[in-house]
């Protein structure tokens, strides 16, 4: 948002972290003209702009016993304190999922849906946390943290989308925004994860 508004420094965001279901809801009811989020099915009535597969990362600061490692598995893991999202969150979701598979069982030492929460108890040592990439990855380019998929079958069980409203013709601030959003993650390779809903207005330049 701050690179556009660079570019169209005229332009107002309206942004609400929510749940991936309440984003989808949230662009159905027009609440909002552009839904981010984490989806693992298609939503009658969304139009997917943009799609891209996810994964799931095992993150931990950078002197971690693990912090060597591009990817790592659940048996890796299993022996550090960990710090998880509630239940209602998808990399939480695909991390249970693969832990029953694999027979496991995670005692989290901490359990929080703030994620920052989870970011700052391994910043100061606390063990591991899991999140998507995009999540950290202004961290992981400072070295604050290091992230290292985790490789199980599975664990690519969702996609980031950007939603729109099927149908709908949508304002060309708007538009122009969507272009230059599905821009960036194309090339960046982006993996997003704080499910999110915009609803951007024009604003007037000062004089």
Known sequence: MATFRVQYPGVQFLLHAASPT?????????????????????????????RQP??????????????KSRSVTLAQ???????????????RQLFDVACSNRGLVFEPVLVSNRFEALANFVLHGGGLAIAGEITVRDRLQRGELHAAEIRERGMRGRAVEVQTLADRTLPEVVRTFLDFLRKQFSEAGARPTKSSAAKETRARKST
Do not use: K
Request: net charge negative; charged share 15%.
């Open 22 to 50: 309440q984003v989808s809801d949230a662009v159905l009811l027009g609440e909002a003209d552009i839904g981010l989020t984490y989806s693992r099915a298609a939503v009658r009535g969304i139009r997917v702009e943009y």
């Open 54 to 67: 996810a994964g799931v990362f095992a993150i931990m600061r950078p002197d971690h016993a693990l912090a």
């Open 77 to 91: 893991m299993h022996p550090f304190p960990i710090a998880l999202s509630s239940a209602d969150n998808t990399v």
